[in-house]
């Protein structure tokens, strides 16, 4: 017999049930895939780094011959668990051309044959590396991004009588140089083409070097150890390499927070879908209490029906969240792996958790059938008793239309069965206005002062940087930069022109020694830039230093650091805490007096370009223009176009909130269109009533309507006006991990508070008006059919 009821309650009411099976299937494919996103975020880098096997200190050296000195180090230091030595080729990027020009890169270029690498290298499938053709290469880091290259294209080395072509398979993934925030890339090769590089007599006796993937048991003796190593170019702890990743980690971070999003909207609007079929049931519950069926068989019929839906639409779920968890983490993974170890485990789990709450939910909403009765069935699920007034607040008075006063009556006075939609939309808008407010962040001018001092144009010459640091003289520097401000100034732009240098110096702070990255203003002062704690360094014996340095060294304010600046000594004072995150936040600020030697430096920083008439944002934009055509050779960016060109990810947060967009205005669709005819089908009486007294189906529809509009602003308000501390509570911890603890977020308040959330509630409009035109199905003479 329960059998029978069973199939006949699907036959019968089919719409309903399909509405449900729709919600099951939404919330399981939410629920699957976030749960899965979850773990592979939480996992994250770490799981990359393990992957890849690149231990948890890594050292660069360059040199005639430093395999002796590096490996004989390894062997011998205490603090080294264990040790592996790969050699590789430094390459200047000017004897590189694609298409027949120069390539395009920040660095040297590293070569390295397949045969030889001591980690694992993947392809943009995830897949290892394990071979490379001879005459092929892979390129790890952001080496085809700046040229623009397609699988198949040529890439043509030649120096001397040596000329090699290589044919470009795809992109490596390289844990350690991979970041495009490290500025390197990494070619990987066969042998063969190896070989034939250290033909050429001064690549083999100048331009080897080695890379080693250290595990240590002591990661601050490591580096005070290295310190001392004079042919070390880079070392590096697991620390410091994962800040390298935080940009596709701000975007990881975005895909989990979307992930539990989603994750609530299923789990809210379930439960208000499976209260509400039940509560519908009424009339059926009342006839078999009347034919002598007890409280426990009814509550067990109505638990299997569901349990038989939640199977059907949780399978349907499962498999739709696999490429739906994918689609979604695509985004974070250009640069990385990121997956886990439990394969499609998680996924599993999640289809068995929606399975489990919707026997659970229906289990509690089921408890009401115990205060059912037969009289239920022809009084429409009503007790016909009352003892006080059922409204909240009392419109009688209002001069509003009909339906709108309906509306607005429905929704006051019965807010908790509109609660499910607010807070679905609620958490759609809310997401979506974070990730507004991030991308029009990273893609502004607002972090310039954590990249370096503002300026009104920034020029990059990677030849003229070359030159600057292979002449190893400051005053030929200033000589440069005042040479280029002339031409400037020729233009009638008057201006001042400076850069900042970065040293490299060996420091010794409590005992413990480090190699640290240091920088220096030329033609600028310190007392120009933002300090978050203290005061700026007054003269060449005083320093600042962010907290990732604080945090590695144990220094702070007040503490003394022994500085070897080459030629000399000196105990220099902390006096302040600044941020920025050049070279991942470990760069120690000097005065301008301090005495930098230019055989220390590393990076000569793009020329700074302030003009001293105070020019507004339209006017540097014109004389951008004009200084393009004067040096066509050179890259002239505005401040915000630095910034974008600097965190790289400014394209990949613009394709990923058009995707997450699109996501969030289909699930609003689809709670919208489902709710809205769990409405209709609830509400099937008093539709007909209203007909029977005269009421177009027009003002019915705008009833309806209405309560989505009004429940629809509400939910966005809220979400425009919780979206910027909410924000700022999520997305700054992930600038402080690179030692940019105070972030002003750019706020564009007609995106906030107008474009986004009213498209939201366009949308909403135009669903719900679709679904409205059921209305026109129900006739007065409904009023009659109890079944």
Known sequence: MFLRILKNDFNRKRVMNLILLLFIILATTFVS????????????????????????????????????????????????????????????????SVRGKKSQARNDIILQSIEESKINFFDSANKKIKTVKPGHVY??????????????????????????????????????????????????????????????????????????????????????????????????????????????????????ILSICLILVAFTVLKFSINFTILEEFREIGVMKAIGIGNGKIRYLYIIKYLVLACIGSLIGFFSSLPFGKMLIQSATENMVLENDLGIFPNLLGTLLVIFLIVWFSYLSTSKIKKSSPL???????????????????????????????????????PRRFLTIILSFFLCTLFVLIMVNTTETINSDKLITIIGARADLYLTDDDQVNKDLNQKDMKKLKANLAETNKKVEALSMSSRMST????????????????????????????????????????????????????????????????????KEEKCIVTAYYQTMNQLGQVILLHEDAPSVMKNATIVLPYKINFTDQPDEAQIKKRQKRLKKLFPQKDIMTA????????????????????????????????????????????????????????????????HIYRFIIVGVVAVALAAIT???????????????????????????????????????????FVATLSAQYIRSIKSSDTANIE
């Open 640 to 703: 915000k176009e630095y910034c974008m060109d600097s965190f790289g990810i400014g394209e990949v947060l613009n394709s990923l909130l058009i995707l997450l967009l699109t996501i969030v205005l289909i699930v609003v669709s689809l709670v919208t269109l489902l709710t809205e005819r769990v409405f209709i089908s609830n509400e099937k009486n008093q539709i007909a009533i209203l007909k029977a007294i005269g009421f177009q189906n027009s003002s019915i529809m705008k009833w």
């Open 33 to 96: 895939s976030g749960i899965n996103n979850l773990v592979t975020v939480y996992k994250g880098v770490d799981y990359y780094f393990d992957k890849a096997e690149i231990g948890n200190f890594d050292l660069i050296s360059m040199g005639e011959d430093p395999k002796d000195k590096v490996e004989a180090f390894l062997a011998k230091e205490k603090a080294v668990s264990k040790y592996k030595v790969e050699p590789i080729i430094f390459l200047n990027k000017d004897d590189f």
């Open 723 to 765: 979206s910027i501390p909410i924000t700022k509570l999520c997305i700054s911890p992930l600038f402080g991990m690179m030692g940019a603890n105070d972030v002003s977020f750019n706020i564009v308040a007609w995106k906030v508070f107008g474009l986004y959330p009213g498209l939201i509630v366009i949308v909403t409009i």
């Open 500 to 567: 900042d240098v970065v040293y490299k110096y060996k420091v010794n702070f409590e005992g413990n020694g480090y190699f640290l990255n240091f920088k220096q203003g030329v033609n600028s002062k310190v007392s120009q830039l933002k300090y978050t704690k203290g005061s700026a360094p007054q003269n060449g014996h005083e320093i600042a230093i962010t907290s990732i340095i604080s945090k590695m060294t144990g220094a702070k304010i007040g503490d003394t650091l022994i500085v070897n600046f080459g030629e």
């Open 376 to 414: 239920d069935a022809i009084r429409s699920g009503q007790t016909g008793e009352r003892y006080k007034t059922k409204a909240i607040l009392r419109f009688e008075k209002s001069s509003a239309k009909p339906s709108l006063f309906l509306a607005v009556t429905d929704i006051v006075n019965n």
């Open 139 to 256: 390129i790890g880091g952001s080496f085809i991004k700046d040229n623009n290259l397609s699988v198949g294209d040529t890439i043509i080395f030649k120096k001397g009588k040596t000329e090699i072509k290589f044919i470009l398979d795809g992109k490596a993934k390289d844990a350690l140089l991979g970041s495009e925030m490290f500025g390197n890339c990494r070619f990987i090769i066969n042998t063969n083409e190896k070989n034939k590089l250290l033909e050429n007599k001064e690549i083999a006796s100048k331009r080897q070097g080695k890379i080693a993937y250290v595990i240590s048991n002591n990661l601050k003796r490591m580096e005070a150890a290295t310190a001392e190593l004079e042919s070390i170019s880079f070392t590096g702890s697991r620390w410091m390499m994962k800040f390298g990743y935080v940009m596709d980690m701000i975007v990881a971070f975005i895909i989990l």
